[in-house]
Nanobody, 120 residues
Framework: QVQLVESGGGLVQPGGSLRLSCAAS????????MGWYRQASGRQRELVAT???????NYAESVKGRFTISRDGAKNTVDLQMASLKPDDTAVYYC??????????????WGQGTQVTVSS
């Protein structure tokens, strides 16, 4: 059983910063790509940022230059540092990870989501 648990969401004013963290636990053989997605009310879930095992990153155009994704392989964690936040960043943020639970078997897992609200 693999679990992803997010933390760090909350209410922040426009222009402010917030850091999200996600920790993977359970029977983990290897973790491949990790990432963050978000879903605003009434909209589809969208990719925010991903990072692979080599540390290569990919960002949505809307967050480039403002958000930074990072991971700690030893701790099985992935973080999202968010700066210059805008009201349009308001959404539920989900952690995602491609995890191998045996040498040959792998699956995508999702966290439960954490609310980020950007408002004055």
């Amino acid at each position: 059983q693999v679990q992803l648990v997010e933390s760090g969401g909350g209410l922040v004013q426009p222009g402010g910063s917030l850091r999200l963290s996600c920790a993977a636990s359970g029977i983990i053989f290897s973790i491949y790509a990790m990432g963050w997605y978000r879903q605003a009310s009434g909209r589809q879930r969208e990719l925010v940022a991903t990072i692979n095992t080599a540390g290569s990153t990919n960002y949505a155009e809307s967050v480039k230059g403002r958000f930074t994704i990072s991971r700690d392989g030893a701790k099985n964690t992935v973080d999202l540092q968010m700066a210059s936040l805008k009201p349009d960043d308001t959404a539920v943020y989900y952690c995602n990870a491609d995890i191998g639970f045996t040498y040959h078997q792998r699956n995508y897992y999702w966290g439960q989501g954490t609310q980020v609200t950007v408002s004055s």
